[in-house]
């Protein structure tokens, strides 16, 4: 069983910036596609960012130039930073990795910008 840990959620001012990590841990063999998604109250979840095996990347057009998303394949993470936050960014955060070509998800963590 894998199991998923985000972690650097929080309260941020409108410009500030903030770094999300996610851990996997468990019986992991393999790793391959790596993500970020959000979910704002009343919305839908919607992907933020995600990474391929091989370090390609795609950034959703709300956050692109604002944010990049990086993995440590010997550590089983996946980071997200985020510069220039903004309001509409406030959501709830969820880690996504397809683990043994099995997709998991972690609890989510909260961001909060304020204006």
């Known amino acids: 069983q894998v199991q998923l840990v985000e972690s650097g959620g929080g309260l941020v001012q409108a410009g500030g910036s903030l770094r999300l990590s996610c851990t996997a841990s468990?019986?992991?063999?393999?790793?391959?596609?790596m993500g970020w998604y959000r979910q704002a109250p009343g919305k839908q979840r919607e992907l933020v960012a995600f990474i391929s095996s091989g370090g390609s990347t795609i950034l959703a057009d709300s956050v692109k130039g604002r944010s990049t998303i990086s993995r440590d394949n010997a550590k089983n993470t996946v980071s997200l930073q985020m510069n220039s936050l903004k309001p509409e960014d406030t959501a709830v955060y969820y880690c996504?990795?397809?683990?043994?070509?099995?997709?998991?998800w972690g609890p989510g963590t909260q961001v909060t910008v304020s204006s």
């Open positions: 996504y990795m397809r683990t043994n070509n099995l997709g998991s």
């Open positions: 468990g019986s992991i063999f393999s790793i391959n596609a």
